[in-house]
């Protein structure tokens, strides 16, 4: 079978991710910069070969001064490690629509494998005549396993930031 590339479309996908806030709410994040190579066979995404990358200078939670805390030695330090990485060892197909992405995800120079449970949306064309397919990946992952150790202990006890992380990422792919 032919070997299919596909590309994600920017403006209909979102890399984002949760994590909770002096233990009683979710502050929500993006990266606004980046970019993968997804290959195929066909039309069949099991087995896929998945390479991400972002850009950490350009993540985004909605208020400046956190976002600049973001970029600091304290979690990112994008002068030091300007891109996070995502290479893929397995795309299973569990049964339905659920697959399991498995591979190895680097931050901060330290690399850890991760399983992501991924829906398949389905493949559809669009107005354009172009063929699209659709993913949304979730998962967790503990920010100390990649050196991101920062912390505030309240004055309640607990601390301000939580160590698991919730990924939630849409994906809109469109074959090139």
């Known amino acids: 079978m032919a070997t299919t590339k596909w590309a994600i479309d920017p403006t209909h996908s979102e890399i984002g991710f949760k994590v909770k806030h002096m233990m009683f709410t979710n502050v929500s994040g993006k990266f606004e910069r980046y970019e993968a190579d997804i290959m195929t066979d066909g039309d069949n995404f099991e ?69 992501l449970d991924v829906e398949f949306g389905g493949l559809m064309k669009d107005p354009w005549g172009n063929q699209k397919a659709a993913l949304n990946l979730t998962g967790k992952i503990n920010r100390k396993d990649y050196g991101i150790n920062w912390n505030s202990v309240l004055e309640t006890g607990g601390v301000l930031v939580s160590d698991e992380v919730k990924l939630n990422i849409e994906l809109q792919l469109v074959k090139a």
């Open 47 to 115: 087995n896929a070969d998945i390479s991400f990358s972002a850009d950490t200078a350009s993540v985004n939670t909605g208020n400046t001064d956190r976002d600049n805390h973001l970029k600091t030695a304290d979690f990112f330090d994008p002068e030091k490690n300007p891109k996070l990485t995502f290479k893929s060892s397995s795309f299973t197909k569990k049964g339905g629509d659920d697959y399991e992405l498995v591979g190895d995800l680097t931050i901060n120079g330290h690399t850890n494998q991760v399983k």
